[in-house]
């Protein structure tokens, strides 16, 4: 009986957690983009997106999970140069909590696969998450423009 309510409870509290994610130009819409805490929030939103790619496609295509590790490190490395100075902490410490906000998404966003894929038999074809991707790879390009 324990054993069913920690499993009810781990799957409805993961559910929960997916449904909190909105889509990412919604929260910008509402954010000012020259604000750190947008602009830090936004580089590890979209490194943990970016590892959710990784993740899933692992083992269909090595080499594009591959690309999508990259652009997931680097997203998490441009968040620690922009912080590093800011906070009077250690820069292990610092990426640590880069790294440990990153996975948060990954997890949110490894939940909303997981749903879209039961549901449509795709990972984020046909939700929001397409807008998300649109955003990050927009970001990605003006990164390698910085």
């Not at 409870?9 to 130009?25: C, G, I, T």
């Not at 295509?61 to 590093?84: I, Q």
């Not at 997981?114 to 807008?131: M, P, Q, R």
Request: proline fraction near 1%; include cysteine; charge should be negative.
């Amino acid at each position: 009986m324990i054993r069913i309510f920690f499993i009810s409870f781990f799957l409805f509290s993961s559910n929960l957690h997916s449904a909190e994610l909105k889509p990412l130009m919604d929260v910008l819409e509402k954010r000012d983009m020259n604000d750190h805490t947008t602009i830090l929030y936004t580089l590890q939103r979209c490194a943990g997106l970016y590892a959710t790619g990784w993740d899933h496609l692992l083992d269909q295509n090595p080499e594009g999970a591959e690309g999508l590790k990259y652009l997931s490190t680097k997203f998490r490395a441009h968040a620690t140069r922009f912080v590093k100075g800011a906070e009077n902490i250690s820069q292990d410490k610092l990426f640590n909590d880069i790294h440990e906000g990153s996975l948060k998404f990954q997890t949110l966003y490894t939940d909303l696969f997981s749903k879209n894929w039961i549901e449509n038999g795709a990972y984020f074809e046909g939700t929001w998450i397409e807008g998300d991707l649109l955003v990050c790879n927009d970001i990605n390009n003006y990164l390698e423009d910085f």
